[in-house]
């Protein structure tokens, strides 16, 4: 269902949607741009390319509890999250979420994710690329399903995507703000949006044809030369909308034997990462690291979903400070040599 | 507990797959010097019975105030009600589980992972080839195949150890060189103790005792330290095993058990889901799945 809705009533129809939950969007703050509660429209920035963290972290935030413990037993902790209504999720940030819904939500549902994703709405809004977006790369520059409303800004109206039942729902908490009298100049209008979209990526990312050149590339030198560079920070890991990895640890309460089981982002690039009790690492080396996250990125994820585990976000190339990154990775395993 | 007993009129209840259950440690005692026996039956009494697992597979075992680890099964289902676990004092986490008594408690989740393809298994020859640590989960599968004896076809048993002091299940083993209904053989690198009535020398040599073997109707098994693997895999190809019937279990560092933190991923698989029995073929074909070395120079 595609419904219309005229731009200068965004505002009144977010303040009505309030009443399902919190309003979350994009704010900016220099130049920083982060997912804030808010108010009003007003306090968004709608034109904000991407934001540092991606949406994941609502879903799945960086640390919480997922059980409380005593001698008794393990107590799970669920039920203390609000309903929260996202607006401004971009489509690759959308494509993310659907990745993250097939690893959590499938076999072994995690109650955590699935309680979080039940309790968050997600309006998406179309997008300005810039010199860093290479969704037209992944497949990922538009979106067609996993959100519950989805705006497409067209100057004057917005076209307004319903993708679920409960964002019908909100639809319907004013339906005076929305029209189907959907006409020939809207679909004009539309086509022309996606014409420009496409004309305005300039990044030279290119992921065809990447799971035999890792395959060939597997014991090439351009790993240790990026190796070289890597500073193992882990940041995109924290970036990236389809990285997953957690760590648990349980915390005592000084003196008793109670106290919780928390959970926390970890990242492959750590060098804990792969370290076994006894003290025997499975990727003890930088190059291993890098080269497990590119391989599941670019290879792995290809030949398991027929699709890379990229969204094409940009946010590696924003985020790493060494110039690591899918693109800058995939061109140097094509070319066998890594960028300056 | 999930996969233990949670399947109600054939329709999954949906529970928490992290939620560990209370376990009470039954027995304990030293099998070497770093090395604990444990046994554990769940506390609530309606769960003792409902528990049923592949051999191969994996629990994840919580320790009170330490946290969470994986652990082989070394039980066998067909002697069901208590479940056996053979651990090595490593961390903080096992530390504390040493000093553990009978009758407390520990946090229990699972069983996890594929296990041994025992359906396949069935009508053909097994090899059981362990070394060291490697016998954790690979007596499950022995005590599995000795339970049902006439559903397998020949059984041969060979199991390495540095010393026989560092035997895993030294005695439990050498009652089982009295059955005639498989070849058991033992053998420790060094004998330091002048007593040791077995081989001496490392576990390939004692293929040369094993006679004419029916390659192709061999199923495999295989856990013990990489350069165990290493020529082990040689001489069963030799043998001309075929390498998908050639099955190795596998160590990763774990946090879940189900395929999400993202630990034990292996190109497009994950130790705990795909895993941890594997086939040679998949070794070769992945080439992280265990060290550089194994499977280098195989082309074959």
Known sequence: ?340 | MKRLCVVVDDREVEENPYQPEMWRIVRRYPLTNDVNFFQARAVDVDDVLKMNYRPGQFIMGSVLGEGEAPFSISSTPSRPGLMEFCIRKVGTLTETLFGLKENQTIGLRGPYGNGFPIDKMEGKDIMIIAGGLGVASLRSLLLYVLDNRDKFGKLVYLHGARTPGEMLFREEFMQLKDRDDLKCILTVDKDDTGQWTEREGVVTDLFKELGPIDAKNTFAAVCGPPIMYKYVMQRLVKLNVPKHQILMTLERRMKCGVGKCGHCAIEYLYTCMDGPVFTYWDVLHMKELIGKGVSDNVIA
């Open chain 1, 1 to 340: 269902m595609i419904l219309k809705m005229k731009k200068e009533d965004l505002s009144a129809f977010l303040e009505s949607a309030k009443e399902w939950g919190e309003l979350w969007g994009p704010t900016r703050k220099g130049e920083r741009v982060a997912f804030e509660k808010v108010e009003t429209l007003s306090q968004m920035d709608l034109k904000a390319t991407r934001t540092i963290i991606p949406p994941k972290k609502f879903l799945y935030p960086p640390r919480f509890t997922m059980f409380d413990y005593d001698d008794k037993g393990y107590v799970e902790r669920t039920g203390d999250v609000p309903n929260r209504i996202l607006f401004g999720i971009h489509p690759c940030d959308v494509h993310g979420i659907q990745i993250m819904d097939e690893l959590f939500l499938e076999e072994y549902k995690d109650p955590y994710y699935a309680e979080r994703r039940e309790k968050t709405l997600l309006l998406g809004h179309s997008c300005i690329p810039d010199d860093k977006c290479m969704c037209f790369a992944t497949d990922t520059e538009f979106i067609a399903e996993g959100f519950d409303l989805f705006f497409t800004d067209l100057k004057m109206f917005y076209l307004v995507w319903v993708g679920s039942s409960r964002g019908h729902d909100i639809v319907r908490m004013r339906p005076e703000l929305f029209s189907r009298d959907i006409g020939k100049d809207d679909i004009m209008n539309y086509t022309e949006y996606r014409n420009w979209k496409s004309s305005q990526f300039t990044s030279k990312a290119d992921f065809t044809g990447m799971p035999d050149i890792f395959e060939l590339g597997y014991n090439s030198p351009v790993w240790e030369e990026l190796a070289e560079k890597c500073l193992s920070c882990g940041q995109c890991t924290m970036a990236c909308p389809t990285c997953n990895c957690y760590n648990v640890v349980d915390e005592v309460d000084l003196g008793t034997v109670e106290g919780t089981r928390d959970r926390f982002w970890d990242s492959c690039m750590f060098r804990e990462y792969s370290l076994v009790a006894g003290g025997h690492n499975f990727r003890d080396s930088r190059a291993d690291r890098l080269k497990l996250w590119y391989t599941h990125k670019l290879q792995a994820y290809i030949g398991e979903f027929g699709k890379p585990a990229c969204v094409g976000c940009g946010r590696c190339v924003a985020t790493c400070p060494v110039d690591i990154n899918v693109v800058s990775v995939s061109k140097a395993l094509k070319e066998q040599e890594v960028g300056k």
